[in-house]
Each structure stands twice: as C-alpha cells, then as structure tokens.
C-alpha cells in the first residue's frame, strides 16, 4: 500500500522504515528541512542501531522517500500515519500542538476519503477529537483508527519486526480492516478496540512497567536497610511466571521519552475523570527519590564535595541511545553542581547533548581512562556494554580513590576484590 509517516522523530522513522521494509511504498513526512536533507544521505537524526542501513536499503529498493511538508499531496496515499512528538506540557499533561498542526494541513492538502493512523501516544479523547475535526465540514470521510507503539529506544529495530501485540482502536470495521493488512506481515496478535480503550493500554502498559521499576526500587531500599540483595530478590521473585523477570532490574530509576511523561499524563488523565491514581503516584515519587540515590551515597562518604573530582561513567537514559531525556545523569549533574564538584562525563554517544545543557561546567572527557583520571569517585550512571567491561585495574591504576558508586549493577565482580571500593544500589554498604 501507498503509506505517509508524518514526523521522522524516534516513532515516525521507525515505523516508517519498518512499514517500507515489509513491502509498503512509504513516504516519511517532516517540516524540518535539515532532517530531511540529512535523511536523503541515509544520516538517521536519531542514533538507533541498524537503522540507517534499513533507510539506505530501504529507499534503493524505491520504498522509502523523505520530503517536506510543503511537498506533499496527501491525496495519493491510502493511508496516512501521526507519528509527530507529544511533549509533556508544564502542567503534566500531553501538548497536542503538533497534533493539531498536522489536522489542519491533512484537512488543507488530502481531497479523498482517508483512513488515518494514530501512533503518537495521546491523551484519552484525542483520537475521537481528531477524527471530528477532519469531518467536521468536509466533503470527505476521514476514519482515525489508534495504533500505539510499544517501541524501547536502543532495540527498536528488533522490537517493531517481532511486535507482541498490535492494537487497533476504532468502531470503524473497514478501517481495523485495512490497518491490520498493512500489519499483516508482522504476525503479531491484533487486538481490536474502541478509541478509548486503545489509547488507556498505551498509558497503562506503560505506567504498570514504570511501577514496576519504582517496585522493585523501593525494594532495594528495604534490602539494604535489611541486608538483603536486590539482585538475588528479583531473580527469586522473577522466576514466578505471575511476576515475570523483566523490568525488575534495581537502579537509578527509569527516564526517556516515556515512562516520565505517560506517567505524569495519566496521573492528569485520572484527575481530570475524579478517578484516584495514588499508585503512580507513588511509583513517580520513588522514582524521583531513586535518580539522585547516588548522591546520598556520596554525602556520606564526602560531607564536603567542593573541588572533588567526580567522573560519571555514562550519561544516556540507557544503553544503546543517545537520548538524555529525563535521565538520571541531569539530576544527578545538577547536585553535583550544586555541592561545587569538579565534574568529568564520558558516555560513548550522549555526550553532545549534554553538552548542549551544561556547557562549560563540565569535563568532557573522550574515553574512560580520562575520566576516571585522578578521580575520588566513579559514578556508573548508563550500564553501556563499554562500561560494563571496564578492567577493574582501569580503576586501581587512574583514581586517586578507587571508589566505584554503581547505579546499574554493571560491575558487580568489583565486590571481589578488596582494593576497591564498591557501593551499589540495594545491597547494604560498601564492600
Ligand atoms: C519504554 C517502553 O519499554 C516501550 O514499550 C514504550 O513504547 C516506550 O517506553 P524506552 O523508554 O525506550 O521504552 O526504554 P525501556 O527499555 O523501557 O527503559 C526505560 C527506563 O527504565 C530506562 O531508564 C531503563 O534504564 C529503566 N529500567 C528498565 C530499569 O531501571 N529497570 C528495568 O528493569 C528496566
């Protein structure tokens, strides 16, 4: 099928590339000429592994373009998907401004019968709202059917070809029709649904896993006041198929695009419907808590941190993405500032945009030997697959104290071995 993504962020691309490489003509969409420009060199703007050969292979083969806005006759297309951002406005809740945006310019531009498809993650009433805005006088139908993406940054490439489930919302069974041919190749489960139902399984599915984390993060707390081990309790409590041993992995809390965002808007979806949402709550509030753990631990150990250098060992949301939206590294930063610390920052990708916030008030430091050079403290912020393979003589020979404060778990094999010093999360002391 003939197919337009609007928006080449993070969901746009993805799905654009994966709709291109299952067969679909597909033309990806955005206002922003430099992205464009870069994307018809085969430079993603994003850094997601394996995606820039998909888009190189993908517009050889002729089934992937890129244009303008400005470009477009939306009238050629049999469908058309939003994938354009949904930022977290002031107050919590989900900006629809782009959303609207692109309503209008569908209503301006497209001139036949339409099925549009909804993979930006929208509030409650968005998907029935913008499907009465495009009929609303209008010679054609316009058929909104949701589609939310279960996308993780860093794995997006594997997750959209093996896609567990696919949910489509719509009373509309033409539509549902249609959007599950186009889906067909993926093999994946359809749940079908009305608007609503599709769009509080995207918010659910992903406060239950921010929960989740906040759970097991609370847990960690109690292990060490306790001496308890987070790591051992989540594999015993992981084997019982009911629980499951994903996302029950103790650290520094989750950030990205996401979890931080979905949570906060459906804490605001439930508010506005008088429905109590004291669980997310919660699990935000731990959450906050966990991100500057670190810290705490290091007010321990240096009452006074002014003039220490302290090196911080990754600095993306996680592994694999540079994206440093809601990370822990910001908050962690920003005490650090506050305390007056000298600080030094290595991650393998995030380090531009880190830069672009902290200027210069940091180091920035080019590998991890540099970092870690003369340091009194190493703080694992990212479980990189770099930092994870650090030699722990790395830490012996560069830091003036070979105090390792690890927010991920990553070097756990340095509580064997005396010379260094080793604190992580959910486990009493240092070691
Ligand atoms: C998430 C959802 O997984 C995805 O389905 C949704 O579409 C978008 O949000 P993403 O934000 O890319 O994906 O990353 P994810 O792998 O889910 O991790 C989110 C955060 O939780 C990271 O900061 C990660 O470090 C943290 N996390 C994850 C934990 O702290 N412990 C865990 O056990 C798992």
């Not at 539509?175 to 359809?190: K, Q, S, W, Y």
């Not at 060490?224 to 996302?247: C, H, P, W, Y």
């Not at 003039?307 to 910001?330: Q, V, W």
């Not at 992580?424 to 002391?429: E, L, S």
Request: with cysteine.
């Amino acid at each position: 099928m003939e197919i337009s993504v609007i928006g080449t962020g993070y969901v746009g691309l993805v799905t654009g590339v994966s709709l291109a490489q299952i067969g679909h003509t597909v033309t990806c969409v955005d206002n922003n000429e430099e992205k464009i420009t870069k994307l018809k060199q085969f430079k993603s703007p994003i850094y997601e592994p394996g995606i820039e050969e998909l888009i190189e292979e993908n517009v050889e083969q002729n089934r992937l373009t890129f244009k303008l806005g400005q470009e477009v006759d939306y009238s050629q297309f049999d469908a058309i998907y939003l994938a354009v951002g949904t930022p977290q406005s002031e107050d919590g809740t989900a900006d629809l401004t782009f959303i609207n945006q692109v309503v209008i310019d569908i209503k301006n531009k497209c001139h036949q019968d339409m099925v549009i498809v909804t993979k930006s993650t929208v509030p409650v009433g968005t998907n029935a709202s913008i499907e009465q805005k495009l009929n609303e006088d209008s010679d054609y139908k316009f058929t909104v059917v949701s589609n939310p993406e279960f996308l993780r940054e860093g794995s997006a490439i594997e997750d959209v070809f093996h896609p567990e489930r696919i949910i489509l919302g719509s009373d509309d069974e033409a539509a549902l029709d249609m959007v599950e041919e186009i889906n067909e190749p993926f093999h994946a489960p359809v749940v079908r649904s009305n608007f609503e139902s599709a769009e509080i399984i995207k918010y659910a599915s992903n406060a239950f896993l921010a929960t989740k984390i906040s759970y097991i993060n609370m847990i960690a707390d109690l292990c060490e006041a306790v001496g308890a081990d987070v790591q051992t309790v989540s594999r015993g409590m992981g084997l019982d198929s009911r629980i499951g041993n994903k996302f029950l992995k103790a650290g520094i809390g989750y950030g990205g695009s996401c979890f931080p965002k979905d949570t906060s808007a459906l804490t605001k979806i439930a508010e506005q419907h008088d429905v109590d949402s004291s669980i997310i709550k919660s699990a935000i509030k731990v959450n906050q808590d966990e991100q500057v753990k670190l810290v705490s631990y290091l007010d321990d150990i240096y009452p006074a941190l002014a003039g220490k250098k302290i090196s911080l060992l990754g600095l993306a949301f996680k592994p694999e993405t540079d994206d440093i939206r809601d990370a822990a590294s910001i908050r962690i930063i920003n005490e650090l500032l506050d305390r007056k610390a000298k600080i030094h920052v290595y991650d393998p990708e995030a380090t531009n945009n880190i830069r672009n916030i902290f200027g210069g008030k940091l180091t920035y430091s080019e590998n991890i030997s540099d970092c870690l050079q003369d340091s009194e403290a190493a703080l694992v912020i990212t479980e990189w697959k770099e930092i994870k393979g650090i030699q722990l003589q790395t830490f012996k020979d560069k830091m003036r104290r070979a105090l390792i404060l690890d927010g991920r778990g990553a070097l756990l094999n340095a509580t064997d071995d005396p010379e260094i010093e080793y604190q992580t999360i959910g486990r009493r002391g240092i070691n």
